[in-house]
């Protein structure tokens, strides 16, 4: 549907972010790298767009993701949470325990979503803080739809 979509509105930097999405997640990131490319170069100006490839890629482990999440910040001013979650995720790859948690920081609000709360866990085990991750994590384990038997112990 969103092929199709792309065809009658070709220029639209939002359906090419919004078909990324779908490759990315269905699998079929060939395709989705020829969308993001083409979503940069009809809006590369446009700072969402970028963050928006720049965290699909970030999330592929491909390390111009956090470049172009980079531009995108330093051209919005105060850019909103999702911004910083490439951020911190390229961060906690590095093993770089500072800046993850400045980022997570910004991003605090999104600490409802299940992913960025295990990003929270992830980050105070590594920072030698085992009783706040663990607290952490039973905080998750009883919000999960399906209970905490949808969570294998991580710590």
């Not at 395709?31 to 809006?43: F, M, R």
């Not at 600490?111 to 039973?138: I, T, Y």
Request: charged letters at 20%; a neutral charge; hydrophobic letters at 45%.
């Amino acid at each position: 549907v969103l092929d199709e979509a792309r065809l009658l509105a070709p220029d639209s930097a939002i359906l090419q972010v919004a078909t990324l999405r779908a490759h990315s997640i269905g699998g079929t990131m060939d395709k989705g790298c020829q969308i993001a490319a083409q979503a940069l170069s009809g809006s590369a100006s446009t700072p969402d767009i970028v963050a928006s490839v720049g965290l699909m890629l970030v999330l592929r482990n491909d390390p111009q993701g956090v470049e172009l999440l980079r531009r995108a910040a330093a051209i919005r001013r105060n850019p909103p949470p999702w911004y910083h979650l490439g951020l911190a995720i390229d961060s906690m790859m590095h093993d770089d325990v500072g800046a993850t948690e400045m980022h997570l920081r910004e991003m605090s609000e999104l600490q409802v979503q299940p992913f960025v709360a295990l990003l929270f866990v992830a980050n105070d085990a590594r920072a030698g803080r085992v009783d706040q991750a663990r607290e952490r994590l039973s905080l998750l384990k009883n919000r999960m739809p399906f209970g905490s038997s949808s969570i294998k112990p991580l710590i």
